[in-house]
């Protein structure tokens, strides 16, 4: 990998190096939807249940799932602890075909590779998407954020036409459609996440509802509930902790606890691939 900084004009990957792990890439193009705090929290519980797992940060600049996972270190280290942990770096190559070296390399070695990708679209973002198995697009339960993906008439909220990141995840499928069969990877899975629905109100979010249904049947997306709004997802970032850590937050609320069950219900959603083990499975609750 190279320190040099992106060069957005190379040219978009069709395909990468044969797939040795199931890859889980975070994208959208929008910030504050709770990409990277999902990113993690999805890697740490497949660490949990015994998956080997690395992520690639493809945001030089913030490297949120990178800083998450370096404080991570640095509180096992001066509590003595062992945690599950996923690998993680940053990608700061100025080429894709780089970007497909470093998947090949990264992904060799463990059973899921999450990759998630910046707020905005750029060549690597794209080669990401084009080379997900399962792509998750985590959006806040509004129409701001629904405009991500489709715009909607101001009097009916129907949807009238598919926005920019939903035409390019549509053109990547029909790319990776192609390259199923001679590569043997699975066809994408598109998952909408539903983050903050809890803060929504009632009709609103009754209209986001039928949008994204009809949304989905157009461009074949799958839809599922989220991580809400809670103080607890920003008050352990400084740790690198997660709610999966039990026995070292404290005293846990009501409200963590149902997180976790949150947590539990969208690694079933994700309907990922059965792996074996490095050790004996945890319960997540």
């Not at 497949?46 to 690639?56: E, F, H």
């Not at 803060?199 to 509930?225: C, D, P, Q, W, Y």
Request: hydrophobic share 40%.
């Amino acid at each position: 990998m190279s320190d040099e900084p992106h060069d957005k004009s190379a040219p978009e990957a069709q395909k990468a190096a044969p797939r040795a792990a199931h890859r889980i890439v975070f994208a959208n193009e929008k910030g504050g939807t709770g990409k990277s705090t999902t990113a993690v929290h999805v890697a740490v519980a497949l660490s949990y249940l015994g998956a080997r797992v690395a992520i690639i940060d493809l945001d030089p600049r913030q490297r949120t799932s990178f800083r998450y996972m370096e404080n991570r270190v640095g509180t096992m280290r001066l509590r003595g602890l062992t945690l599950p942990t996923p690998a993680c770096e940053v990608f700061t190559g100025d080429s894709v075909e780089e970007l497909l070296d470093a998947i090949a390399r990264v992904e060799a070695d463990c059973d899921f590779l999450i990759v998630d990708n910046p707020g905005r679209d750029d060549p690597f973002a794209r080669a990401a998407v084009e080379n997900a198995d399962t792509l998750v697009t985590p959006l806040n339960d509004s129409f701001v954020d629904f405009d991500l993906i489709g715009q909607v008439d101001g009097e009916t909220f129907k949807v009238k036409k598919l926005s920019f990141f939903a035409e390019l995840v549509w053109e990547a499928r029909l790319r990776r459609s192609r390259a199923t069969i001679e590569q043997k990877r699975p066809e994408m899975d598109w998952i909408v996440v539903r983050n903050r629905t809890g803060h929504v109100e009632a009709r609103n979010m009754a209209r986001i509802e039928k949008a994204l249904a009809e949304m989905s049947k157009r461009v074949g997306f799958r839809v599922t509930r989220g991580l809400s709004e809670r103080v607890i997802y920003r008050e352990l970032f400084p740790s690198g902790l997660t709610l999966l850590d039990k026995g070292h937050l404290g005293e846990l609320g009501t409200s963590h606890l149902v997180a976790r069950q949150e947590l539990r219900a969208l690694i079933k959603a994700l309907n990922l691939p059965d792996f074996a083990p490095a050790a004996p499975q945890l319960e997540l609750a």
